[in-house]
């Protein structure tokens, strides 16, 4: 499919030569993001302004124009991709407001989620979500995907922390939750869809069986399909519409601000590694230490520690360890370091019952918190460094609960062994039952795809049917996992998703196959997702009275 002309005409009347890019090599280059897989957009637009946002959601919406938005690109399912009208945010949205000394900050989502940080640290505070990525996601990302991390689990996640957010809809209608005048106007313009969000609300929350189904998902890490939290933790639908943007991947809407109640950022750390001699016995002192002080626990198996046991300034024991060997990066931190050294007893102790087949003490050292990191943090690029030509190395994202993280980990390591993932390595977020497993994979031959199709459907059963999990606890759905969204959340909660899908998006512009897809082959696919939109209409908007214009009539073909 094409670019429709006259939306072409008015793109070029609206956005600057310069920040256009439709050329072979542009688009070729913004066809990947973080994920495996390959969008190549028609057209690509570097958008500065709010009101540019608005001006082009319009116009989208007059010929159908599917529209993707991007921030960094960090993004690992696919959800940052377009083979329509990729909008990618330029450098003018950097604006952040610290409040209250710091526990509050006010950002845009073109600043980079280490940057907030930095700003905060004078207030000895931080931005609750901290992905690994931190260092390169920009906010717009990290509130779309609902972005987590070692320490911030669920409990200081954006959902978590939301304060306040501004939003342009599908329809180019801008509302800012913090502004009074802002909610009052919106309330009147779209009285229809509050009232439509307040009931859906009611209704899910008078149904006890889907209510509970939502709590029970949310327990767990997870990020598969829209945030149906909101409309069982609200009841005003402000409320609920703000968090449904959370975790929305472009596909409700545009986040162009966001306040976020920060977390205290404690200067007292240490770290220790405790290696336990298989998976069942380290899964089970996870248990224990979710009952402890500690920020941070992460889990990682024997492959994953072998894939860096040769790098410079790894310790020697890891190349000695035995072949089931499981270890636990432990980490805690404190507002003072007595209160750190209380809590640091009571880590030990808890588990001091436990057999360990090697153990590094807890260190302040910020050099030997770094080397012991360091294990953990090379994992996933230790893989990337040795993969054959022509692989690609995908990283999935599940979520068990947590009392049953130990079969759970070894269920998935026989997968490995059954559809032959010699070199899969396994780690992850173990106080929150979430892991990662990284392998490498060739998408050039059918018989390997076979085996991917066939890995990823046995992956699917076990985590989502048979350990009622997540399959995306903090990547997001994408296109990775859009067609295994029902058969995780069940087709009452599905049907709900695509409500307010169609609620939010009637047109379906805003992020094609993303979240939510028709399409059962989606994820392994990068056909069109351009040509499921609806019939085309016309008006010439400017940035400028991007506001004021109303719709035209479909223009004729």
């Not at 200067?267 to 002080?293: G, M, R, W, Y």
């Not at 908007?541 to 035209?552: F, G, K, M, P």
Request: aromatic content about 6%; some cysteine.
């Amino acid at each position: 499919m094409t670019l429709p002309a006259a939306f072409l005409s008015d793109v070029k009347r609206l956005i600057p030569a310069e920040r256009r890019f439709d050329d072979p090599l542009s688009t070729l280059s913004f066809g990947t993001d973080a994920s495996f897989y390959r969008l190549i957009p028609k057209l690509v637009i570097r958008v500065e302004s709010e009101g540019e946002v608005i001006a082009l959601l319009k116009l989208a919406q007059i010929d159908r124009v599917p529209v993707t938005f991007r921030a960094a690109g960090t993004s690992l399912s696919g959800q940052a991709l377009s083979d329509s009208v990729l909008l990618v945010l330029g450098d003018n949205w950097n604006g952040r407001e610290i409040r209250r000394e710091g526990e509050q900050i006010r950002l845009q989502p073109g600043v980079i989620g280490a940057q907030a940080n930095v700003w905060l640290a004078p207030f000895g505070r931080k931005i609750g979500p901290d992905p690994a990525s931190i260092n390169a996601a920009k906010i717009g990302g990290i509130v779309a995907n609902n972005s987590s991390g070692m320490c911030c689990g669920t409990a200081q996640n954006t959902y978590h922390t939301l304060a306040g957010m501004r939003l342009v809809l599908a329809d180019g209608t801008r509302v800012d939750t913090e502004d009074t005048d802002s909610v009052a106007a919106f309330r009147i313009s779209h009285a229809d869809l509050l009232e439509r969000l307040a009931q859906l609300g009611r209704e899910t929350r008078a149904n006890a069986t889907l209510a509970a189904r939502i709590r029970h998902k949310y327990r767990l890490k997870n990020t598969t399909g829209l945030s149906l939290n909101a409309l069982v933790d609200f009841d005003q639908p402000m409320d609920i519409l703000s968090h449904l943007l959370v975790g929305s991947e472009g596909t409700l809407g545009f986040i162009s601000a966001v306040t976020y109640d920060t977390v205290p950022d404690h200067p007292n750390k240490a770290s220790a590694l405790i290696v336990f001699a298989d998976v069942e016995t380290c899964c089970h002192a996870v248990t224990v230490l979710k009952t402890q002080p500690v920020s941070a626990v992460e889990l990682l198996d024997r492959r994953s520690m072998r894939s860096v046991q040769d790098k410079p300034g790894m310790p020697s024991f890891v190349r000695e360890l035995s072949e089931n060997a499981c270890a636990l990066l432990i980490e805690a931190r404190a507002a003072t370091r007595p209160l750190l050294h209380e809590q640091l007893a009571l880590i030990m102790g808890s588990i001091a019952h436990f057999a360990v087949e090697k153990q590094v003490d807890f260190t302040e050292d910020p050099l030997e918190n770094a080397r012991l990191w360091a294990i953990r943090k090379d994992t996933f690029p230790a893989v990337g460094a040795v993969r054959e030509t022509g692989t690609t190395v995908i990283i999935e994202d599940v979520t068990f609960p947590v009392e049953q993280l130990a079969i759970g980990v070894r269920r998935l390591i026989q997968l490995f062994d059954k559809h032959h993932y010699d070199e899969a390595i396994l780690f992850g977020h173990a106080l929150e039952g979430n892991l990662h497993f990284v392998f490498t994979q060739s998408f050039n031959d059918p018989q390997a795809v076979a085996r991917y199709s066939a890995f990823m459907d046995d992956v699917t059963q076990l985590v989502a049917v048979e350990f009622n999990g997540s399959l995306k606890a903090e990547h997001g759905t994408g296109r990775n996992m859009a067609p295994f969204v029902e058969l995780e959340w069940g087709s009452d909660a599905y049907r709900l998703m695509w409500q307010l899908k169609r609620l939010l998006d009637p047109n379906g512009i805003l992020n094609p196959d993303v979240v939510l897809s028709e399409d059962p082959q989606i994820h392994r696919s990068t056909s069109s997702i351009s040509s499921r939109c609806l019939p085309p209409t016309r008006l010439w908007i400017s940035a400028s009275n991007a506001d004021s214009v109303s719709r035209s009539a479909p223009r004729k073909a």
